[in-house]
């Protein structure tokens, strides 16, 4: 219903008669419509209560002060006979930059994407890129135009400035993680209509070209339907999600940023070119200020990559290190870690042991209660036995339920202590067997393994719940 109004709505005002009551039958329906919008999303702000309530307010705000413009610019030549521009009218136009801007500001903190400093540097890249360009094309002649006062030029300036401001955050907003659902892709359809809006009135202003009827109506339509997406996005229901809080995405590039940020680097070397090819470089401090914007905002952005890269490959080196679901160091990281420690005992000239361990009648646990009861079992035993050992201590999982424990200047009585308290400290009243040997000094690492591997197998035999020692080995 709602779209069906609005679409008749807006289609309407193509067919209003143009001279009816000297032009104040357009003014006021566009008006209408847009202060309409403003009502429509603050309604649908308090009946929904999204989290981000006040950048919809702001949102609000500025859509009906813009909507108002018109209504005032009329007001201020037809009733008052005032004449010039720019006029009061643009303060009211000109407050929906402003509004837009911080209402995305506020959204963007209320989903957690405030400090997504990759999103964030893409959209300074596009905006300093398109930011020059609307400084060379638009502002540059602006300020050469004599007609204006000096306020005059600040005022139709702050046009192109409040569009970069707002393109910067609809694209940070884009570009950042959150949510994308019905309500997100009406507010960037809407602000992406403004934008659309302003670039096709600046261009016709650059090109000396004055609409008439039907095309000024056109263009005035793309605003209007900008005024209704507002509406939409904050009467949906999916606008209750829109400010939930999600996790910041990791820095990439997808073939869109890619090529939009090539775009956006491009554009002050091809201005400079344009340039030297007519012989006529007139902004050569704005492209020289642009271009180093640019490179110092492209090192950023290669820098976070890099950065990434760098934290993924230790993400990987961790988990090829450790166990996925006891998350003590796995078989790999025990062979790497054995000879360290005993190449450290020699040196020290400090005893070393070496413990294997192996939960009782595991697989009976397992037929008895599950497998997850089972993956239970071996966590709450690795962290438990973890919590009990010294910090020199290095307990990994060797296999199925077997554990290997080394342990630093331990003897054969420090480390029956040690699996003494490993023993009390095992959940669930479940029991192990442990074979412990203590290294000659000069056997190798496979050797002192397979020691304490045997004196397992004797502990098992022997009844389990016990440790055996292994036989010791001469070093002759």
Same mark, same amino acid.
């Given at each position: ?185 009406? =507010?960037?359809?809407?602000?992406? *209509? @403004? &934008? +659309?809006?302003?670039?096709?009135? !600046?261009? %016709? ?82 492209? =020289?200020?642009?271009?180093?914007? *640019? @490179? &110092? +905002?492209?090192?950023?952005?290669? !820098?976070? %990559? ?88 290095? *307990? ?9 424990? %080394? ?70």
């Amino acid at each position: 219903m709602w779209l069906v109004i609005t679409l008749v709505a807006v289609g309407g005002y193509l067919v209003l008669p143009s001279q009816t009551l000297d032009g104040w039958l357009i003014t006021g329906y566009k008006t209408l419509i847009g202060c309409l919008a403003g009502v429509a999303l603050v309604a649908g702000v308090l009946k929904r209560r999204p989290r981000a309530t006040l950048a919809w307010l702001l949102f609000g705000f500025g859509i009906t002060a813009n909507a108002l413009g018109a209504l005032v610019s009329d007001v201020y030549t037809k009733v008052f006979g005032g004449v010039g521009y720019p006029n009061i009218a643009d303060a009211f136009w000109l407050m929906l930059y402003p509004f837009l801007f911080f209402g995305v500001v506020v959204l963007i903190r209320a989903r957690g994407s405030a400090r997504d400093w990759a999103s964030m540097v893409d959209a300074m890249t596009v905006a300093t890129g398109l930011g020059l360009l609307s400084w060379v094309f638009l502002m540059v002649p602006v300020r050469s135009d004599e007609t204006l006062h000096p306020i005059g030029q600040v005022i139709v300036m702050a046009y192109p400035v409040g569009d970069i401001m707002v393109l910067a955050m609809l694209l940070h907003l884009m570009f950042s993680g959150g949510v994308r659902n019905p309500s997100f892709w009406l =507010v960037c359809t809407a602000m992406g *209509l @403004f &934008l +659309l809006g302003d670039f096709s009135w !600046a261009a %016709l202003s650059q090109l000396d070209i004055t609409p008439s009827d039907i095309p000024t109506r056109l263009l005035d339509m793309i605003f209007l339907g900008a005024y209704a997406c507002f509406a939409f996005a904050a009467c949906h229901p999916s606008v209750v999600a829109l400010g939930q809080p999600s996790e910041i995405a990791p820095p990439r590039l997808t073939p869109i940023q890619l090529a939009m940020l090539t775009a956006a680097t491009m554009i002050s070397p091809s201005i400079l070119a344009i340039q030297v090819a007519h012989h006529d470089v007139t902004n050569g401090v704005a492209i =020289v200020v642009g271009s180093v914007a *640019l @490179f &110092l +905002l492209v090192v950023t952005r290669m !820098a976070q %990559l890099v950065r990434q890269v760098e934290r993924q490959a230790q993400q990987l080196r961790a988990l090829a290190r450790s166990d996925a679901l006891t998350g003590l160091p796995n078989r790999r990281a025990l062979f790497d870690e054995l000879p360290q420690a005993m190449a450290r005992a020699a040196r020290n000239g400090t005893p070393f042991a070496v413990a294997m361990i192996d939960l009782d009648h595991f697989k009976r646990f397992n037929d008895e209660h599950g497998h997850q009861a089972g993956d239970r079992l071996l966590k709450g035993a690795a962290s438990a036995w973890a919590a009990a050992l010294r910090t020199v201590d290095v *307990l990994a999982r060797y296999g199925g339920e077997e554990f290997v424990l %080394l342990l630093p200047a331990a003897d054969a009585t420090l480390a029956g202590t040690a699996l003494t308290r490993l023993r009390a400290a095992t959940p669930e009243g479940q029991t192990f067997s442990a074979g412990l040997a203590i290294w000659n000094g000069a056997e190798s690492e496979d050797e002192l393994i397979g020691r304490a591997d045997r004196a397992l197998y004797m502990a098992k035999a022997g009844g389990r719940d016990r440790t055996e020692h292994a036989d010791p080995v001469s070093l002759s």
